[in-house]
């Protein structure tokens, strides 16, 4: 068995790791996106009930959301801006394909033979 090769030998556990915290003012506090819990959830109850308004509105939240984002002042359990835009993408996809998929109705006047 290969293993790669360890260049730090230091403890694991020591102390000598900080973490870096961003101060604690009003500027950096940690920012909670509304646009992004609501498009998640619109998205889904979009999918759930078919109303293409409510997956279209998640759609255009998740895209604000994904501008909006600030990597530095999310907290810890935020879900990711592109996993939002994704499941909103999934509720436009999920609507629009079945209406793209339908067959086309019986011609009327051809006759049959």
């Given at each position: ?14 102390d ?6 961003l101060p ?11 646009y ?7 998205a889904g109850?979009g999918m ?16 604000i959301s994904?501008v ?6 999310q907290?810890?359990?935020n879900t ?14 999920a609507?629009?394909?079945?209406k793209m ?13």
């Open positions: 068995m290969v293993s790669a090769p360890v260049y730090d030998k230091s403890d694991p556990k020591s000598k790791i900080f973490p870096y915290h604690f003012t009003s500027e950096w506090s940690e920012y909670k996106d509304p992004g819990q609501t498009a998640m959830t619109a109850a759930f009930v078919k109303q293409p308004i409510l997956v279209w509105g998640a759609f255009i939240l998740s895209v994904l909006n984002q600030q990597p530095l002042r907290s810890k359990d990711s801006p592109l996993l939002v835009l994704g499941m909103a993408f999934a509720g436009v996809l609507n629009i394909m079945p998929m339908l067959a086309p109705e019986a011609q009327v006047g051809v006759p049959t033979p």
